[in-house]
């Protein structure tokens, strides 16, 4: 439920107040103030967080926040001082009796599904006060307020016998029935199921039921002009403001808080059992999903892995640039049908200057697009294919190159309309390439040496029609691998011994070198010590399994190292089966037949653990793990992760 059904719903489910909610102007900015320091977040210098796995579908993340007060605007320094009669945090300095007033600072916000309690250090390791939530929202819902009664006061043409006209200035009530509901909606932090319309037989509308007609009227006559309004009450609802205080004195302050990752549910059990064998041959594979707000300058991810394993590739990748290709993308379709109108019909010489200029600046900004994708992959280490992007590139060069072409009196003709690589098809097909190919998308690698940590960073800039603090989504993927092989190659020696003993113990048994021929059926079905041969098949295999030291199968190393730890068991099992068949006295073909599975299922597990398959080329495998479609050329499919963290903010994009 979004929040304009939301607040009709609170609407139609709270009682008419007898008397304006309790609210005031300084509550008011404060709490707009608030809402707008953490969409904006312009104080954040810097965001890093740190992903630690350990165990199958479970991680740990830790935030760590680098902010400058200085960097506040007047509007949000005005409200950090109103919020020191909020509640005085003082205390005594250090350096005598004064008295230091601390200030209330928004930091982060948090999806509201979390219950988990949220706790923030400095430094030194000093818990941080925070506001309680009850509180934020109180402010909040004041703040909303005042906004909805502006815009709506703002309005023009209202009669006086409007809707709007009744709640602004004859119908006091309703107008308190609308903030009482937005009050109880951002204090009591739930969302209504829906309205609830018991029908009573014989009864009429009265008082109370006319003025909630008219709340909602004014909602409903007005909700493409509100749009933007329940778009913030979307945030408010969907997000808890993280508010700190801090010390005003300092301007620096880096602080630390840990908060906890959702992660999708798990599948059925034949994809399971599918996903871990493939975890076994190719690598764990982890996905990241989070959001910062675009205002932030700097965001740093780091991921540890637990020992013996390594984080063989890793890319982060962000749609910063979704609202600059969508926007490209309008403008080239448009031009496209302005050219070729141009070219079916020619309207004039001003016509055509002004479609050359708006040519020309469209394709420089395609040129910039093409361009940071491109030195992105340099700096990663990895280039683009010679397939991807060609359109985009050759248009974008077209506004770079300066090229023109030649006139017939032998003079240049600099007009980029004139070049034969400017058409309406090809301006679609350059249109439609922004997507299909993702060129939204950046891309950063990592460039951490350690084996089990890795780590890359993303630089914020500016981008074309992007609002103050938009939303940037972070997409992260990660290829964990058992590269040191130990636990493969153990397996792998282990069930060759077991098919080396079996293979003995018929050889002594059958009185044979070879003991598989129809001569040996017959000693093998009559075995003088059975009691004796099963100890021995039973205990040294057994001793050795125990040596393995096979990690725990909820862990990453048990994930990847699954398959062999699904040899070791057949292994034992086949064990089993040949002790039972000694121990139960079968003929000589049958006991034949159990030293030959003995012999033949632990070779052909040991094959089995020698495959490791691996993608073509780096790039490739990039894709499989979820990075933009333009770093590879040959149409690698993207493959499902084994487990998908993510932090998704509310009342986003």
């Known amino acids: 439920m979004d929040s304009s059904a939301a607040l009709r719903s609170a609407i139609t489910s709270v009682s008419v107040p007898g008397a304006p909610p309790r609210q005031n102007a300084v509550g008011a900015a404060i709490g707009l103030s608030f809402l707008d320091s953490a969409l904006r977040l312009n104080h954040v210098r810097r965001v890093s967080e740190t992903l630690t796995v350990t165990d199958h579908r479970v991680a740990r993340r830790i935030t760590e926040l680098d902010i400058s007060l200085a960097m506040l605007d007047e509007g949000q320094r005005r409200a950090m001082v109103l919020s020191r009669d909020l509640r005085r945090a003082d205390r005594r300095a250090e350096d005598g009796d004064q008295r230091s007033d601390k200030v209330w600072v928004p930091v982060a916000r948090i999806a509201r599904r979390s219950t988990a309690p949220v706790q923030i250090w400095d430094p030194t390791g000093a818990r941080l006060p925070r506001l309680t939530q009850n509180e934020a929202g109180r402010l909040l819902a004041a703040g909303m307020f005042r906004l909805l009664r502006g815009i709506l006061d703002s309005l023009p043409g209202t009669t006086s016998d409007s809707e709007l006209h009744l709640l602004l200035h004859r119908v006091p009530e309703a107008e308190w029935l609308l903030q009482h509901a937005i009050d109880i909606l951002l204090t009591e932090r739930h969302r209504p199921p829906g309205p609830y319309h018991p029908q009573e037989a014989g009864l009429v509308p009265g008082q109370g039921a006319r003025h909630r007609a008219i709340a909602l009227a004014v909602l409903d006559k007005h909700d493409d002009v509100l749009a933007e309004f329940f778009e913030l009450l979307d945030v408010a609802l969907d997000n808890d403001l993280l508010i700190v205080a801090l010390d005003p004195t300092r301007d620096e302050h880096v602080l630390t808080y840990e908060t906890p990752l959702h992660v999708t549910s798990e599948e059925d059990a ?3 059992v599918a996903r871990l064998l493939r975890s076994s041959a190719e690598g764990y594979h982890l996905e990241y999903r989070s959001s910062i707000s675009s205002s932030i ?16 590739r890793m890319y982060l990748s962000t749609d910063a640039d979704v609202r600059t290709a969508a926007a490209l993308r309008a403008d080239l379709l448009v031009l496209a049908q302005r050219l070729e109108n141009e070219r079916r019909a020619p309207t004039g010489r001003s016509s055509s200057k002004i479609l050359e200029l708006q040519m020309q600046t469209t394709l420089r900004t395609l040129a910039d697009l093409v361009r940071r994708r491109r ?17 985009s ?20 003709d600099s007009s980029i309309l004139r070049l034969p690589a400017v058409s309406p098809d090809r301006l679609r097909a350059a249109a439609e390439e922004l997507f299909a190919e993702e060129l939204y998308a950046d891309v950063a690698l990592e460039n951490d040496p350690s084996p089990s940590r890795a780590h890359a960073s993303w630089h914020g800039r500016s981008a074309v029609g992007a609002a103050a603090g938009a939303p940037v989504e972070i997409r992260a993927g990660m290829l964990l691998r058992d590269t040191t092989a ?7 020696q282990y069930a060759l011994l077991v098919a ?10 059958a009185g044979d070198p070879w003991p598989f021929g129809a001569d040996s059926r017959a000693r093998l079905g009559a075995i003088a ?12 295999p057994g001793f050795l399994y125990t040596r393995l030291g096979l990690a725990d199968r909820r862990s990453i190393s048990g994930r990847l190292r699954a398959l062999p730890r699904a040899v070791a068991n057949v292994c034992i099992g086949v064990i089993a089966v040949v002790a039972g068949a000694v121990a139960s006295g079968l003929s000589g073909g049958w006991v034949q037949l159990a030293f030959a599975m003995m012999v033949a299922i632990p070779l052909a597990a040991a094959a089995l653990l020698l495959y490791r398959r691996r993608p073509a080329s780096d790039t490739a495998e990039l894709v499989r793990l979820g990075a933009p479609h333009w770093l590879d050329g040959a149409g690698t499919a ?11 903010l509310g009342g986003g994009r």
């Open 270 to 272: 034949g994809h399971r």
């Open 638 to 648: 993207r493959v499902r992760a084994d487990a998908r963290f993510f932090s998704v």
């Open 500 to 509: 080396v003993v079996g293979f003995l113990f018929a050889v002594f048994l």
């Open 393 to 412: 590139s050759e248009l974008g060069h077209v506004a770079v190159s300066g090229q023109g072409t030649a006139a017939p009196d032998g003079t240049v």
């Open 375 to 391: 030195w992105e992959a340099a700096q990663a280490g990895v280039s683009v294919p010679v397939r991807r992007m060609t359109v």
């Open 297 to 312: 300058p700097a965001y740093h991810l780091v991921v540890d892995a637990e020992p013996g394993v390594d984080i063989a």
């Open 529 to 540: 010590d059975a009691g004796a041969v099963i100890s021995v098949l039973l205990l040294v």
């Open 486 to 492: 130990a636990g493969p190659r153990r397996v792998c």
